[in-house]
Nanobody, 124 residues
Framework: QVQLVESGGGLVQAGGSLRLSCAAS????????MGWFRQAPGKEREFVAA????????SYVDSVKGRFTISRDNAKNTVYLQMNNLKPEDTAIYYC?????????????????WGQGTQVTVSS
């Protein structure tokens, strides 16, 4: 089973960009669907983006389409979330998650490995 460590969060002004990284341990990273989720204060954790094992299939929540891009580098055991044109409503703790499947999953409950999260704060 992989272990996940996120990095790249921070404080940015509205309209700015950040790139989150999620480094995975273990030799089976390429067997996993990888997802990004976020949780804002007082709100439930929500799906942001997912990518299948090969990188050939991606999925996004409507609110980030055209602004965020998920990608992965299986040689580096790393998944990325490039976030452009950030908005104050993107402020949240962002979590990386893994599920051992060939599918591209959106459902939080289907993921069984989680990172510790990284804070993203977008000021207006």
């Amino acid at each position: 089973q992989v272990q996940l460590v996120e990095s790249g969060g921070g404080l940015v002004q509205a309209g700015g960009s950040l790139r989150l990284s999620c480094a995975a341990s273990g030799r089976t990273f390429s067997s996993y669907c990888m997802g990004w989720f976020r949780q804002a204060p007082g709100k439930e954790r929500e799906f942001v983006a997912a990518i299948n094992w090969s990188g050939g299939s991606t999925s996004y929540v409507d609110s980030v389409k055209g602004r965020f891009t998920i990608s992965r580098d299986n040689a580096k055991n790393t998944v990325y979330l490039q976030m452009n044109n950030l908005k104050p409503e993107d402020t949240a703790i962002y979590y990386c998650a893994a599920a051992r499947t060939v599918l591209t999953l959106r459902a939080l409950g289907r993921y069984d490995v989680w990172g510790q999260g990284t804070q993203v704060t977008v000021s207006s």
